[in-house]
């Protein structure tokens, strides 16, 4: 595992290529930062505090997030619209053995076509990092959302 | 007190910190960032370069952020709401013998129940930074918004 | 040329710099982040994408710059509004000889006189960074924009 400055520096770059790969839509790039026994969730805030198990998306591996990938650019019916994440107040909230525990902040902003860019999801990211093969990939990515309203319109990762 | 790449990284923690404290509401670690004798002020920009007087909000010290956490979380009546802060843009403004003094833009986005994110904040912060023990704290905080109307909506700290 | 921790801190710095020029309104500062033969262009994504060659704003040197600042601060009849940037998610892109190509999201708020602050440009930075002197300076800076209206109220640069 990496340490101290290079490791710093190292969540810093994963996390600027993963908003870099959604904004851009290259999911496939997007799954390669998960390790293969992975877990995504995405979340509402009051449901996260209260420990309520409902999530507004989830993944237990890499062979689920590709089913969401497949859903999105394939059989999904939706409007489609850009997204732009910002994140920042990346912390390191824990360091075991094999992996660190890793806390940011985030904003997506949405863009449909023909419309201005709006705030779509603001929130924070709990994750675990493990270094897998040469590479730092995410093992856990936990997205906790502030709206309370459940965005049905959510289609894409965050 | 810290330099080079120590502090850089040490001061990336220190505003990660801050954000993270202030948007899960854990205000007495808030408190805990700022140095006992400590000036904390937000401001219109407009008041800040005619270098006018009037605060938004205003402390002088520890306990004048007691008091102002103590009206939040107990007395002051208002319809609460989540906040989530974007800091970006910091950089080093100036090394003094044992102080610091930062730069940074912020954005905080608010989040009523039941309605969807918006752009509640934007503006920069002005700081003082100094070794307190084995910490870096803030001996000084100038939030300078850009927005000219006076949110009277501002209950929390930014 | 610089490398490894030196170089990423003083990207960060640059790109800190940068906003804060812009944001300041200190355009002579703004410009200096250039080198004399440089390249600026501001371009929908709908059109970065298909390469197709219009942009919202474009100068090919530090003296197009330079009229471009004289028409804001000068001759330019325009509504004067604030700017805020946030700038994430840098990392490099690739490194030559003498350059570095980099890549960095960002928002822009904007605050009218009255009015309450809100989103108004978001994108991503696409551009190639050099040493010139004894500091980085942006040899070409790309800023592609998400959403396909054409703002003409884009009157500053971002």
Not at 109 to 120: A, G, I
Request: hydrophobic content about 40%; overall charge negative.
């Amino acid at each position: 595992m990496l340490a101290g400055i290079e490791l710093r520096l190292a969540l810093e770059d994963l996390y600027a290529r993963y908003a870099a790969c959604l904004d851009e839509a290259r999911y496939d790039d997007w799954i390669d930062l998960f390790t293969e026994a992975c877990f995504y969730r995405v979340v509402p805030r009051e449901n996260f505090e209260r420990d309520l198990p409902l999530s507004t998306m989830m993944a237990e591996s890499r062979g689920m997030l590709r089913d969401r990938v497949y859903g999105i650019t394939t059989t999904l019916y939706h409007q489609p619209y850009y997204q732009r994440h910002l994140v920042g107040g990346l912390f390191i909230r824990g360091v075991e053995a094999d992996a660190v525990r890793t806390q940011a902040n985030y904003a997506v902003f949405r863009t449909k076509q023909n419309e201005h860019s709006e705030v779509f999801n603001v929130g924070r990211y709990l994750d675990t990092v493990v270094m897998d093969g040469d590479r730092l990939r995410f093992r856990e990515k936990l997205c906790v959302f502030d709206s309370e309203l459940i965005p049905n319109s959510l289609i894409y990762p965050v």
